[in-house]
């Protein structure tokens, strides 16, 4: 892609720099990448302003609850000091937009643990990259009763929901896995509500989903 993207003559360096970075994003390539800066080019100088300060605040500010791991713009998330939020049932989900999705469906009154990803050896992505030990030291202190699994059902998901199964197994709680409603490979995000929140109503134990 970088070697296509010299190819590109550009009549600015600025330009050219501009157009770079933007084509380092998810699904840019260096045309959409030049559409989007030329665009920006014709808004007001403010316009620019205001998306690039909403970034750097973002990035500079941004913090990740100390319960659950969410991205939050306080230390602990709205759901994990909501007092009407049950915490002794955690759902282990992949990141932010699973919580966002299992939210949508009003059918969850849990907590949530965020693992920041899946385990993926190909990607170099172990259980030490992601919050994993933190999930476990949560369950050692007693106050879990339920586990819930809610990652996607790839291989990565399966991989990381039997890991973290091995780990809790020997704790005296339930561990539950949501109904696959869902059809392999589809990420929780675009599972539609209702389908979702029934396979949360409908989790079974977490041991009959390894009999395949
Ligand atoms: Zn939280």
Partial sequence: MFSNFTTMEFSSKLLEQAVYEMSQLPGIGKRTALRLVLHLLRQSENQTQLLTQALLKLRTEIKFCKNCHNISDVELCEICVNP???ASIICVVEDVRDVMAIENTSQYRGQYHVLGGKISPLDGIGPQDLTIYSLIEKVKSGFVDEVIFALSSTMEGDTTNFYIFRQLESFNIKTSTI??????GDELEFADEVT???SILHRVPFENSLKS
């Fill in 84 to 86: 009407n939020r049950d």
């Fill in 179 to 184: 109904a696959r409603g869902i059809a392999v």
């Fill in 196 to 198: 979702l929140g029934r």
